[in-house]
């Protein structure tokens, strides 16, 4: 995981233990959001990834803390990718941060997982395409 979290880090313009965590925490919710068979396979196959999701996965939700977002998103579903927006912008990124992050995210389970795979997990959260 050190490889991809240097590769956001550099080329997203982030330090690298707030990209590990945007990592995480966006792969925390491709693993809550994303349909099981494909996102499991990109998450194997994606190095480091297990780890980083173990790490940060609930982190900045509001699970467990008992936070407004976290009730508020829970009333709705859990919020989506607009939900995520949210916890990436608390831990200080903008948008074009978090759309940067995202691409090479993806870009990088591609490389690892396979195109195929990776795009059955974007497919299935409904309005990621449109950041990846």
């Known amino acids: 995981m050190n490889d991809l979290v240097t590769r956001v ?17 966006m792969l925390g919710f491709l693993q809550r959001e994303a349909a099981d068979g494909p996102v499991a396979r990109m998450i194997e196959a994606t190095p480091g990834a297990t780890e980083l999701v173990a790490r940060f996965n609930g982190e900045g939700t509001g699970e467990g803390s008992g ?20 916890q990436l912008m608390s831990q200080g990124l903008g948008m074009g941060e978090i ?5 090479e995210v993806i870009a990088f389970g591609k490389e690892h997982a396979g195109e195929e795979t990776v795009d059955e ?8 395409r449109q950041f990846v």
């Open 121 to 128: 997990v974007i497919d299935s959260i409904p309005g990621l």
């Open 67 to 86: 936070g407004l977002l976290g009730k508020v998103m829970g009333a709705f579903g859990g919020g989506g990718v607009m939900a995520l927006g949210q």
């Open 9 to 25: 880090s550099e080329n997203v313009g982030i330090a690298p233990d707030k990209a590990e965590k945007a990592i995480g925490m």
């Open 99 to 103: 759309t940067a992050l995202a691409k």
